[in-house]
């Protein structure tokens, strides 16, 4: 199937321009495509030319100009165990926990798609939980000595001290 | 271990009690898991494969996980005895067959609780449980997770979660999948419809050995797509709120085969126990639909000589490897089915079975 040039989602649209013999197609997806005002709002989807038009007179200028404007992550290379990103989407499985971090920038839109979200929901090991837990005693302590309620504040003292000998 | 020991037992997920199990065959829960600063199973080589395996090995042999689990090595263990660990769902067919080098699972005596490792992740835990039973599924995977993060070091971003060597499996590392039987919806061709509008709402559906392969027997497993911006509590609830209107779809469809095609139905079931008494050679798949017809004869007490168990125990030694331990010798494809045939027309003749 073919994706979207713009944003890489499933591409419903497809323009094919045939200029001297030669023929240049292009692939959008309807988010794309209405951005770019080539369908109507209407229900019933219209082509407009004049939109359509500019479309295609920007992609050539923007080809002419080589790609600039959607930076290339095909030659990003972990450090740690040597996937390089092309290799990534080839295959489709990552070689390290590190690849998270270095190829985040694309990676973001891809988890959008395939999830729907990019941010975990749900369970965490045991130490991240204690961690986010102190932070969250923290705080509050800070915004109960600052609203001076020292009684709460006392409480709150006495918990942090508890969960600090827990997690040793 | 002799896993000829295992061969009388039927395993959690066929043991056919459990809450709805008149249409809920299982219950499966499984959590993808790696260690940090180690290279993914699919990127390690066999010096870092060898070093995670025992460190895994020794986690697991080590946490405290009730009723204390065995480890088999899979790599040297013969094909027959892997395939009958896939039948038995202990193992996915990718470890058994496709990936290489140090790689195992450990499971305990209930084959309730399993966990691979060096399977596309370091470890993926899997939970099982007759019937519907999410619930029970979670707090028992939960806490084998929390055992084992006790002894190593999980790789886990404040971002995005459990780190996975696949990103659709990213963030909580959590697949929930439940098997349906649902011969009638097949039946009415309900199914079809039922399953687009599925998709829509991110569920999966497959078949009984998972990914691509094809409903047999009428057996469908339900699972979650998404594992990242949901906790678990919430797929797991999306989850049974599909299953209870399937549970109550299915249900009404089998009152209505009762009500309207009762005598056909009665043929059909009796043809099915004729065939499986008679036969002398007869495939997996043929078995398979015809169990599936008796399965739904003694649901809607067309039968009542067969308790619901035998199906399950009937379904899982007809399956290839079953079937030649069982016999105790290789068998080709064609003297499969001509065994397969022999062992049925023994079993039901000792089991007196026969159409009302």
Same mark, same amino acid.
């Not at chain 2, 065959?25 to 070093?51: C, E, G, W």
């Not at chain 2, 043929?267 to 639909?289: F, H, N, P, Q, W």
């Given at each position: 199937?073919?994706?979207?040039?713009?944003?890489?989602?499933?591409?419903?649209?497809?323009?094919?321009?045939?200029?001297?013999?030669?023929?240049?197609?292009?692939?959008?997806?309807?988010?794309?495509?209405?951005?770019?005002?080539?369908?109507?709002?209407?229900?019933?989807?219209?082509?407009?030319?004049?939109?359509?038009?500019?479309?295609?007179?920007?992609?050539?200028?923007?080809?002419?100009?080589?790609?600039?404007?959607?930076?290339?992550?095909?030659?990003?290379?972990?450090?740690?165990?040597?996937?390089?990103?092309?290799?990534?989407?080839?295959?489709?499985?990552?070689?390290?926990?590190?690849?998270?971090?270095?190829?985040?920038?694309?990676?973001?839109?891809?988890?959008?798609?395939?999830?729907?979200?990019?941010?975990?929901?749900?369970?965490?090991?045991?130490?991240?939980?204690?961690?986010?837990?102190?932070?969250?005693?923290?705080?509050?302590?800070?915004?109960?000595?600052?609203?001076?309620?020292?009684?709460?504040?006392?409480?709150?003292?006495?918990?942090?001290?508890?969960?600090?000998?827990?997690?040793? | 271990?002799?896993?000829?020991?295992?061969?009388?037992?039927?395993?959690?997920?066929?043991?056919?009690?459990?809450?709805?199990?008149?249409?809920?065959?299982?219950?499966?829960?499984?959590?993808?898991?790696?260690?940090?600063?180690?290279?993914?199973?699919?990127?390690?080589?066999?010096?870092?494969?060898?070093?995670?395996?025992?460190?895994?090995?020794?986690?697991?042999?080590?946490?405290?996980?009730?009723?204390?689990?065995?480890?088999?090595?899979?790599?040297?263990?013969?094909?027959?005895?892997?395939?009958?660990?896939?039948?038995?769902?202990?193992?996915?067919?990718?470890?058994?067959?496709?990936?290489?080098?140090?790689?195992?699972?450990?499971?305990?005596?209930?084959?309730?609780?399993?966990?691979?490792?060096?399977?596309?992740?370091?470890?993926?835990?899997?939970?099982?449980?007759?019937?519907?039973?999410?619930?029970?599924?979670?707090?028992?995977?939960?806490?084998?997770?929390?055992?084992?993060?006790?002894?190593?070091?999980?790789?886990?971003?404040?971002?995005?979660?459990?780190?996975?060597?696949?990103?659709?499996?990213?963030?909580?590392?959590?697949?929930?999948?439940?098997?349906?039987?649902?011969?009638?919806?097949?039946?009415?061709?309900?199914?079809?419809?039922?399953?687009?509008?599925?998709?829509?709402?991110?569920?999966?559906?497959?078949? @009984?050995? $998972? &990914?691509?392969?094809? +409903?047999?027997?009428?057996? *469908?497993?339900?699972?979650?797509?998404?594992? =990242? !911006?949901?906790?678990?509590?919430?797929?797991?609830?999306?989850?049974?709120?599909?299953?209870?209107?399937?549970?109550?779809?299915?249900?009404?469809?089998?009152?209505?085969?009762?009500?309207?095609?009762?005598?056909?139905?009665?043929?059909?079931?009796?043809?099915?126990?004729?065939?499986?008494?008679?036969?002398?050679?007869?495939?997996?798949?043929?078995?398979?639909?015809?169990?599936?017809?008796?399965?739904?004869?003694?649901?809607?007490?067309?039968?009542?000589?067969?308790?619901?168990?035998?199906?399950?125990?009937?379904?899982?030694?007809?399956?290839?490897?079953?079937?030649?331990?069982?016999?105790?010798?290789? @068998?080709? $494809? &064609?003297?499969?089915? +001509?065994?397969?045939?022999? *062992?049925?027309?023994?079993?039901?003749?000792? =089991? !007196?079975?026969?159409?009302?």
């Amino acid at each position: 199937m073919n994706r979207c040039q713009f944003c890489g989602a499933p591409s419903t649209i497809h323009l094919t321009d045939i200029q001297n013999n030669a023929v240049r197609q292009m692939h959008l997806c309807e988010r794309c495509g209405r951005e770019r005002e080539l369908l109507s709002e209407a229900e019933s989807p219209q082509l407009n030319l004049t939109a359509l038009l500019q479309v295609l007179l920007t992609e050539m200028k923007t080809a002419a100009t080589a790609n600039t404007t959607k930076p290339n992550y095909t030659a990003l290379t972990c450090a740690d165990c040597g996937l390089k990103y092309a290799k990534f989407r080839t295959a489709g499985r990552f070689g390290c926990p590190a690849d998270y971090d270095i190829f985040r920038e694309p990676l973001l839109p891809l988890l959008e798609r395939i999830h729907r979200s990019v941010d975990h929901a749900g369970k965490a090991p045991r130490s991240r939980r204690l961690k986010a837990e102190v932070a969250e005693l923290n705080d509050r302590l800070i915004a109960a000595i600052a609203a001076e309620d020292y009684t709460a504040a006392a409480t709150l003292r006495d918990e942090l001290r508890q969960k600090d000998t827990a997690s040793g | 271990m002799n896993l000829d020991g295992l061969l009388p037992n039927l395993g959690e997920w066929l043991r056919g009690t459990g809450p709805d199990s008149d249409v809920v065959v299982s219950t499966r829960i499984r959590l993808a898991r790696n260690l940090a600063n180690y290279p993914f199973a699919t990127r390690a080589n066999a010096l870092q494969k060898a070093d995670i395996e025992s460190r895994c090995r020794d986690a697991v042999a080590t946490a405290e996980i009730p009723g204390g689990l065995s480890y088999l090595s899979v790599n040297g263990l013969p094909p027959l005895d892997r395939q009958f660990l896939v039948e038995r769902q202990l193992i996915s067919r990718e470890l058994s067959t496709v990936l290489e080098g140090p790689r195992g699972v450990a499971f305990d005596d209930r084959e309730s609780t399993s966990i691979m490792i060096n399977e596309e992740d370091h470890l993926r835990l899997q939970v099982m449980r007759s019937g519907m039973a999410l619930d029970e599924a979670w707090e028992q995977i939960d806490k084998v997770d929390d055992a084992i993060e006790a002894k190593i070091n999980y790789a886990f971003h404040d971002q995005f979660g459990y780190l996975t060597a696949c990103p659709t499996n990213v963030g909580t590392g959590m697949r929930a999948s439940v098997m349906l039987h649902l011969p009638a919806l097949g039946l009415t061709k309900e199914i079809e419809k039922l399953f687009r509008s599925l998709q829509k709402i991110n569920l999966v559906v497959r078949g @009984l050995h $998972g &990914e691509g392969s094809r +409903a047999t027997g009428d057996l *469908y497993q339900i699972s979650n797509q998404v594992t =990242l !911006g949901k906790s678990e509590a919430k797929v797991l609830q999306e989850i049974r709120e599909v299953i209870t209107m399937i549970l109550d779809y299915e249900r009404r469809a089998r009152a209505a085969l009762m009500k309207e095609k009762r005598q056909a139905e009665q043929d059909r079931v009796a043809r099915a126990i004729g065939t499986l008494g008679s036969a002398t050679m007869i495939t997996s798949d043929e078995t398979m639909e015809l169990l599936s017809t008796v399965r739904l004869g003694i649901q809607l007490r067309l039968l009542d000589d067969l308790p619901a168990t035998t199906i399950n125990q009937l379904f899982i030694h007809t399956q290839a490897a079953h079937l030649q331990k069982i016999m105790g010798v290789s @068998l080709d $494809g &064609e003297e499969r089915n +001509a065994a397969r045939a022999r *062992y049925l027309r023994n079993r039901l003749r000792e =089991l !007196g079975a026969a159409p009302r």
